[in-house]
């Protein structure tokens, strides 16, 4: 059957994650032992790029496709087809009169001062003449006002057919309410053009506010038809190796069957950084888990964010990408245009700035010699000696290059020195993190100085030591594999399907409640039912949309069916809007749409996770380190490094391979390991704890 999951535990497991620059890669043995592995993307296409780093683990460890269970994936594909934009518009349907509710938009405001007030929706990806009226509407009950019309749909779809539309977005007013009309006007889609690909608003967001729902289903449909093609040929590849059809991971941090991400790809959105979160929160020690944390994943081209509560990340129902909002259920996540990656440049005023855009894979960095001339962090980290021209996993990095772009993009434009302008454009990317930090905590109501931060990605534990020091935080832990956190919660994540409805009652009303389990009821038995191999039981959790009277927008709270009662819910509202707005209010509330959530536990495995695993190669019964050196006995062993970093002439060098549990130092040092390269600042104290966790503490 597509997408299912084998029983058998004791074959191999592969989880694959795919960044910018990047595809991480780990593979487990029947054994248990993790082997992770990073490689540069190759080929044109981004499923080939994949295919081609999983062919090469698997010639390395020797497996076949017929011996691997369980293949798990996480994807930035919808995220840069969002931020990008430059894939081929959509058309929209919409009713007769309501063609401009996507340009209108709302009259919030992002940036309150700018001086000019960019528009919420990308018209360019859905143009005027390509949103389409039609007859028919319903009535804010759901009842039909005005019947749909088969011809007014046909010649909508002629004319969207001659404007080259491939996919198309049914928004109709009150879908949430009554899904009958878009239903309808599916199905001629599917017999005018079986080959049109089609988003429903009642499916893809079916809650109130025709602007949210719209929006994202028009970026539902947008992202489809790239997402569609790529998972295809993805699954396609892999079939023809002997895999099983692959599960992705969706933003709200659990895996679903491939073909259903391709029916919904809105929910990719943040595929790759929720994989990341989860692996964060399963990597850290007992003591970070048991505080509030920052889990901080930079990769090539971004800088995901996401605060860790007793060890887990908090849901939003708003998410931004880019300048896009967008109303998709999802962890909590922050996103910045800060990675290895980013583009460094001196703007027209003579400021210094960093991203959004970024070199990528090809070309790259300059200090990658594939052909990049503009300067990234990358290349300032190169410059400034806190990236070895040998990276610990055998890539090499060009020093020359690397000094040449600085000089060129930084250097001469500012006056400065490449050295000085390589520390300030450091400087510049370790503030913004910091700003990234502080936002982060603040919105949760968390002192960012009291909170633990958690370094992972490949740049992690570049960056973050520094930034910790500007918000003043003073622990900074970096996890076994942080380079491969997304692909390791790719593994320890679970099964979740979710259904959804709006609906609309005041709580203290006595008929709500008894409406709302009757919903969940309906909304349950819609959810794929039993267990699925290599997961628990499922367990289906239960949540209403909460407001108080008048309050145009809702906050969700669990909910409990035969437990709970209509003043246990108002108290529990009241809490969560007192943390997230600041204060409770008194008076009434409204329940504004219910949901239910199956998840089914990844089954138990010990997996050996340690950086020895991967990183280093046997001598006897001894650990030989990046240098050569045998380790020698009670102490790591260390090569002295120059820099060119501002008051910091040399630093210690490190093999992570080569620590062992109690070791400890005072820095500056850098730590090297085949997926990351650690920065220590000076008077930092740097300590490994029994399961390999690197602690960094303030002096």
């Excluded at 790029?49 to 293949?71: E, H, I, K, M, Y």
């Excluded at 708003?318 to 001196?346: C, E, N, T």
Aim: glycine residues 10%.
């Amino acid at each position: 059957m597509s997408g299912a999951l084998r029983a058998d535990a004791s074959g191999w497991e592969v989880a694959v994650d795919v960044g910018g620059t990047f595809v991480d890669v780990i593979a487990v043995s029947p054994d248990g032992v993790v082997h992770a592995s990073k490689h540069a993307r190759r080929g044109a296409a981004p499923a080939e790029a994949v295919l081609a780093a999983v062919d090469t683990v698997a010639s390395v460890q020797g497996f076949r496709g017929a011996d691997v269970t369980r293949w798990l994936h996480g994807t930035t594909i919808a995220t840069n087809l969002l931020l990008e934009q430059d894939a081929a518009p959509v058309g929209v349907l919409v009713p007769r009169g309501f063609a401009d509710v996507l340009t209108l938009g709302r009259q919030s405001r992002r940036d309150l001062y700018a001086s000019h007030v960019g528009v919420q929706t990308p018209v360019d990806l859905m143009p005027e003449d390509l949103r389409v009226e039609i007859d028919g509407r319903l009535g804010a009950d759901g009842r039909e006002v005005e019947p749909l019309t088969r011809s007014s749909v046909v010649d909508a779809l002629s004319a969207l057919h001659a404007a080259g539309v491939r996919s198309v977005a049914i928004c109709l007013l009150f879908s949430h309410c009554n899904p009958a009309h878009e239903r309808q006007v599916a199905a001629w889609c599917a017999e005018w053009s079986p080959a049109l690909q089609v988003s429903l608003s009642s499916d893809v967001d079916p809650r109130p506010r025709e602007f949210e729902r719209w929006l994202t289903t028009a970026m539902d449909a947008y992202v489809k038809p790239g997402v569609s093609a790529y998972l295809q040929a993805l699954k396609a590849g892999l079939a023809q190796r002997g895999y099983p059809a692959p599960w992705v991971m969706r933003s709200f941090g659990g895996i679903a069957p491939v073909d259903d991400c391709a029916a919904l790809p809105i929910a990719l959105a943040m595929s790759g950084p929720a994989a990341a979160v989860n692996g964060v929160a399963r990597m850290i020690d007992p003591a970070t888990a048991a505080s509030a944390a920052i889990s901080i994943d930079i990769g090539g081209t971004s800088s995901d964010l996401s605060l860790l509560e007793q060890g887990a990340a908090r849901y939003t129902q708003a998410l931004a990408v880019g300048h896009l909002d967008l109303r998709v259920r999802s962890l909590d996540i922050v996103s910045i245009p800060l990675g290895g990656g980013s583009i460094v440049r001196v703007n027209a005023a003579g400021a210094l700035r960093i991203g959004p855009d970024s070199a990528g894979a090809r070309p790259g960095p300059a200090a990658y010699a594939q052909g990049g001339t503009l300067a990234t962090v990358t290349d300032c980290l190169v410059v400034l000696g806190l990236l070895p021209e040998r990276l610990a996993s055998g890539l090499m990095l060009d020093r020359g290059k690397a000094e040449a772009a600085v000089n060129d993009s930084v250097a001469a434009p500012l006056g400065l020195s490449i050295t000085a302008a390589a520390a300030a454009a450091l400087a510049v990317a370790n503030a913004s993190l910091a700003e990234a930090i502080k936002r982060t905590a603040f919105a949760a109501g968390v002192n960012p100085r009291e909170v633990t931060l958690v370094a992972a990605g490949g740049g992690g534990g570049l960056h973050v030591a520094e930034a910790a020091a500007l918000v003043g935080a003073r622990r900074v832990v970096v996890p076994p594999l942080p380079g491969v956190a997304a692909a390791y919660g790719l593994l320890r994540s679970p099964r979740i399907a979710m259904k959804e409805a709006a609906m609309s009652g005041v709580l203290d009303d006595e008929d709500v409640l008894p409406a709302v389990e009757a919903l969940l009821r309906e909304l349950t038995a819609a959810l794929p039912a039993g267990s699925a191999a290599g997961h628990s039981e499922r367990v289906v959790d239960s949540f209403i949309d909460v407001g108080y009277l008048g309050q145009e927008f809702a906050l969700e709270v669990a909910y409990t069916p035969g437990v709970d009662t209509a003043a246990t819910l108002a108290a529990r509202f009241d809490h969560v809007h007192t943390r997230v707005r600041g204060q409770a209010f008194s008076g009434g509330h409204r329940v504004h749409a219910v949901r239910a959530v199956a998840r089914w536990a990844p089954a138990a495995r010990s997996l050996t996770l340690t950086t020895k695993a991967h990183a280093g190669r046997a001598s006897g019964n001894s650990l030989i380190s990046s240098t050569g050196l045998p380790r020698a006995e009670g102490s790591p062993v260390s090569d002295t490094l120059s820099l060119q970093l501002p008051g910091v002439p040399s630093c210690a060098v490190f093999a992570r391979a080569a620590l062992a549990a109690h070791d400890t130092g005072i820095g500056p040092a850098l730590v090297t390991a085949l997926d990351t390269t650690i920065w220590i600042p000076p008077s930092w104290r740097w300590t490994v704890d029994d399961d390999g966790v690197l602690i960094l503490e303030a002096p």
